[in-house]
């Protein structure tokens, strides 16, 4: 496409009356004033205080934001120890023993925008550009049914050449490909801001959850870090999932990506972000929460050296910190992060991980690696299988379920559900239906063994002897060859 097309497109995506409707006096959610004197207000919080603000996570209740600060603050390492144990009970609580399991599916990195540090950004001269065709997305699609996925997370960058049409085509081709007893079941979307039109468009083909991560919620640092482009535009970006609510779009993921500005402040923007989105939209907060951290990239040099780099001990508080806030959202872990953080970090809240995941684009039918043609580079790059197999060993179950959002319990009825701490008695059944698909279609030996007996151990678990008995009707119906059966 020409130069001067691509700024004509770029010239006409932002809506500024879709942005302005949402601010307060002229005002984004974002007071900074606000944040840093609040965390600055709350330090040394002592024993008493943080184990009241727990007991609140523990009844269900989003925290405010002083409650998040303090625990932002503390430097009890046996109150860590606290609150590691309350995230991971509150996961219990609301979720079951089960890890919803998804692929991300790479589709497009041409982009226009130039974030300092990403590996897609446009003036990268080392990255491999590449768009797949509907035809080479079927490929991929396929690869991953075979290999027993039924949910995803489609990616993109933002380009005319992969606008909402494009994006809507290749909803359409991921749902449409079938192999024996596989397909594509849900599919999630991570891409750039669009106005309400065009996130109609994508209602309309049966996008999953729409996310947007904000990256830094720190203006200053969004400004630096987003020099040119349409994502220069900060509010844009801000208030893209309050756009996805009003186009009925109602499952959107927020996220901010660490090691881009101070954690503490990212951690009080995601709470700001969430008790907004409650505020405008009846209480529906977004339906999952992203802490990304930022990894190298192919000639990106900031990814290493920008001073707001998150250690490992750092993070784990973080992602505790974010499941006490609010305690009834998803969380989810990518495979940025080896298996062996993914490990410690799980057990204090996480609800969703990505698994056997492949980055590249084109690069799931080919079985490759390929650093030009990736964002990042990953951490965990264990096969589904394997992952599957680790998380029975952890007693988890790894939930391909994607009957909430097909049966229609999303935006608010899912967070009616959620917050009363019900999640669990209709996803733990349709976990353990989609694991025995899974076991029975697609697993090894080993994780076979381990899965079933996991099974068995979550059956005797069930509340209640009706529920048990419909789940194990249902399990011999599998057994017979049946499949896709859900509560
Ligand atoms: N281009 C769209 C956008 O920026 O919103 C779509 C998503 S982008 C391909 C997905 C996410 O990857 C970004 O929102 C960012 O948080 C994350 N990301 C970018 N560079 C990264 C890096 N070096 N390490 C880890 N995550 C990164
Ligand atoms: Fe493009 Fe997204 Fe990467 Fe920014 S983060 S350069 S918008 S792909």
Request: charged letters at 25%.
């Amino acid at each position: 496409m020409q130069a001067t097309a691509v700024k004509e497109w770029m010239d006409q995506v932002i809506k500024p009356e879709q942005v302005e409707k949402y601010l307060d006096k002229g005002n984004d959610f974002i007071n900074e004033d606000y944040i840093f004197t609040t965390l600055m207000a709350n330090q040394k919080p002592d024993k008493q205080r943080l184990r009241e603000i727990i007991a609140k996570s523990l009844a269900l209740e989003r925290l405010e934001p002083e409650e998040t600060a303090a625990l932002l603050n503390c430097t009890d390492e046996e109150m860590w120890e606290e609150m590691y144990a309350a995230g991971g009970q509150i996961k219990e609580k609301v979720y079951g023993r089960r890890i919803v399991t998804f692929a991300p599916l790479y589709v497009s990195n041409l982009c226009v925008n130039s974030c300092v540090y990403c590996g897609f950004r446009h003036d990268n001269k080392k990255a491999i550009r590449k768009q797949l065709t509907l035809e080479e997305l079927r490929e991929e699609i396929k690869s991953l049914v075979q290999k027993g996925h039924k949910r995803l997370i489609m990616v993109y960058g933002e380009h005319p050449d992969s606008d909402v049409n494009y994006i809507a085509e290749t909803l359409k081709v991921a749902y449409d490909t079938k192999v024996n007893h596989g397909e594509i079941r849900r599919s999630n979307v991570n891409a750039a801001p669009m106005s309400v039109e065009d996130l109609q468009v994508l209602k309309e083909v049966g996008i999953g959850t729409f996310q947007v991560f904000q990256e830094t919620y720190h203006h200053e640092t969004y400004r630096r870090l987003h020099p040119r482009g349409i994502k220069a535009d900060y509010r844009w970006r801000l208030y893209s999932l309050h756009r996805s609510m009003e186009a009925g779009v109602d499952d959107v993921g927020i996220g901010a990506l660490f090691g881009l500005y101070d954690w503490k402040f990212e951690v009080m923007g995601l709470l700001l972000h969430t008790i907004d989105l409650e505020k405008k939209f009846g209480g529906v907060g977004p339906h999952t929460i992203s802490f990304p951290r930022m990894e190298p990239a192919v000639n990106t040099p900031f990814t290493q050296k920008s001073s707001h780099l998150v250690d490992d001990n750092t993070f784990k508080k973080l992602v505790t910190v974010i499941r006490l806030s609010v305690p009834y959202t998803g969380m989810i872990l990518t495979a940025r992060e080896p298996a062996y953080i993914r490990e410690k970090v799980l057990p204090v809240g996480i609800t969703q991980i990505d698994a056997g995941s492949n980055i590249g684009i084109g690069t799931y039918s080919s079985d490759t690696l390929d650093y030009e043609r990736q964002q990042f580079i990953l951490g965990d790059n264990r096969s589904l299988d394997e992952a599957v197999c680790d998380l029975a060993k952890m007693s988890r179950i790894a939930s391909f379920c994607t009957a909430g959002y097909r049966c229609g319990r999303t935006g608010n009825y899912f967070m009616d559900i959620a917050k009363k701490g019900k999640v669990h008695t209709l996803c733990m059944p349709n976990a353990i239906l989609t694991f025995k698909e899974y076991l029975l279609d697609y697993a090894s030996e080993e994780t076979r063994q381990i899965g079933n007996q996991l099974i068995e151990q979550e059956i005797a678990a069930l509340p209640g002897e009706l529920i048990r008995q419909t789940v194990l009707d249902l399990l011999a119906r599998i057994e017979a060859g049946e499949r896709d059966l859900y509560l």
